[in-house]
């Protein structure tokens, strides 16, 4: 690394050093050839060989999306897109960034391959919330990339099946070409490409789940991190995932309405395609990942209920408010005693029993009982616990806790635990004080060990041992409470817990028809 230089296996590139400069800073290293014009929904492909030195001190442009950070009534915009609309977006986003606090390609140090959130439709690998720099001082090689979204990375069609049944998913393709790159590349950074650990938050989580599910990286990743995300279905509430005949009906009739040609769509600007998708298909998210094809040939829930996904330690968890901004947005929860009876159609000859269990006699309970732990990020984490220590996989699961200062009283939301898992509080508008750096050194160091070792637990960046984290397992689920005083998190009530179990049952009883 003379100079801020490394040779990769496309060519030479120029990094810089971080703001803290005992941190080299590799910005904007393309993984991949621009999917642009003819390469648009496309599977991606090796970039070109370039010759002399390629400066890589600037992130790249964010994957198409909508401009974040130009509503300042957004609860976003002032939490993670402070900047949001000062950032370029383009079609051509395959790029990675790499920070390394080695000076050698001798030391071999453990590598954090990280997958930003935002629902496949937003989001960018250099949001506020992630201080990539501090982290890797830390004793790491830090990984953040990005990858297509929304239309551009999951748009499916027939007309776009390849020969090798890949179809919808370039986005994941994406993804598991940057993580080839790693491979190939990171030992001249520093890094070990035996030991490479993925993490990811919300939609992050679920490309990390849909990673380990693919038969192509068996043997390229060494541990994995879902936050606020790693959750197993019951069957009665809609995913992220669509079916391969859904997804490709649906981009037919999206087509169709829009009045385009596939060549005709192929040549349209961006911008078009998004203002078109949201005029016929509104504003929800409609293109994600897609189960069928080469590289999610089944849904990834069945693949970790049938026990097929490799044997790595797992690190996951929820926040206690994620429901407060989520789940509505994604599920249309039912406020009222009318919406809860039709909800509760779902289940069949086994409504009346929902009924009971949920017990609701005024609208009012009906908003009780979706916020409490057998409906929230609590249920979904916990089966996802559940299934894979029962596999004797080592799980260590978490619940975050801590309510985040600020007049918004937003509590412990969706993504509040990423300040804290890396350190970055520094950069958050919120009012932190000294007791919240101490849990953030204290969360960040579990993180820390976590990648390099596969187990969390030892001392913190100062030699102070951390309080216990003991693994998930079926005889003792224990889940470690992060918050000031770390306390064990508290279990579910008793009524919880029977409409846990009664989802549970629902689900498995539909799993075998």
């Known amino acids: 690394m003379e100079n801020n230089r490394v040779r990769t296996v496309s060519g030479i590139v120029r990094g810089t050093w971080g703001s803290d400069p005992r941190v080299l800073a590799f910005r904007g290293i393309p993984y991949a050839k621009p999917p642009v014009g003819e390469l648009r929904w496309q599977m991606p492909q090796a970039p070109d060989f370039w010759e002399g030195d390629l400066d890589c001190i600037e992130y790249r442009p964010m994957a198409m999306q909508d401009q974040p950070g130009t509503d300042p009534e957004e ?213 994600t990942p897609v189960t069928g094809g080469n590289y999610i040939p089944d849904a990834v829930d069945e693949m970790w209920l049938r026990d097929r996904m490799p044997r790595i330690p797992i690190l996951c968890g929820y926040n206690s408010d994620e429901l407060v901004l989520l789940t509505r947005m994604f599920h249309s929860m039912p406020g009222t005693l009318e919406e809860l009876d039709r909800f509760a159609d779902r289940y069949g000859d086994k409504k009346e029993e929902f009924l009971s269990l949920c017990g609701c006699v005024r609208d009012e309970d009906v908003d009780a009982l979706f916020d409490c732990q057998a409906f929230t990020g609590a249920a979904g984490a916990r089966r996802f616990a559940d299934a894979v220590s029962a596999q004797g996989r080592c799980c260590y699961f978490y ?66 041992p951390l309080p216990q984290w003991k693994p998930y397992t079926p005889e003792d689920p224990f889940r470690l409470g992060i918050r000031q005083d770390m306390t064990v998190s508290e279990k579910m009530s008793e009524k919880e817990e029977r409409i846990y179990e009664f989802r549970n049952r629902f689900a498995d009883e539909r799993r075998k028809g």
């Open 75 to 287: 609860f976003w915009t002032d939490e993670i897109h402070p900047t949001g609309s000062e950032f370029k977006r383009s079609e051509d986003c395959l790029y990675l960034n790499v920070f390394t606090p080695a000076r050698s390609e001798d030391e071999a140090l453990p590598v954090l391959f990280y997958i930003h959130g935002g629902g496949y439709q937003g989001g960018y690998s250099y949001e506020i919330e992630f201080d990539w720099e501090h982290t890797a001082r830390k004793g790491m090689v830090v990984v953040s990339v990005g990858y297509r979204l929304g239309i551009m990375g999951f748009f499916a069609h027939p007309g776009l099946i390849d020969k090798d049944g890949g179809f919808g998913n370039y986005g994941i393709a994406d993804l598991y070409m940057a993580l080839c790159w790693v491979r190939d590349n990171i030992r001249a950074f520093g890094g070990d490409p035996g030991r490479i650990t993925i993490a990811g938050q919300s939609a992050g989580s679920g490309a990390v789940q849909i990673l380990m599910a693919m038969q192509k990286t068996r043997g390229l990743i060494a541990g994995a991190i879902c936050e606020s995300g790693a959750s197993l279905g019951f069957g009665d509430l809609a995913g992220h995932e669509r079916g391969r005949e859904f997804a490709l009906k649906q981009g037919e009739e999206f087509l169709e309405k829009a009045g385009l040609t596939l060549e005709q769509a192929k040549a349209l600007p961006w911008e078009e395609l998004r203002r078109l998708e949201k005029e016929i298909l509104g504003s929800a998210f409609h293109f």
């Open 399 to 464: 619940e975050f806790m801590e309510k985040v200062p600020g007049k918004d009283n937003a509590g412990a939301y969706h993504g509040a635990e990423m300040w804290f898992a890396y350190d970055s509080l520094a950069r958050c508008h919120r009012p932190f004080t000294g007791v919240h750096y101490d849990l953030a050194r204290r969360v960040s160091s579990y993180w820390a060990n976590f990648i390099k070792t596969g187990n969390p637990n030892g001392t913190d960046i100062f030699g102070n």
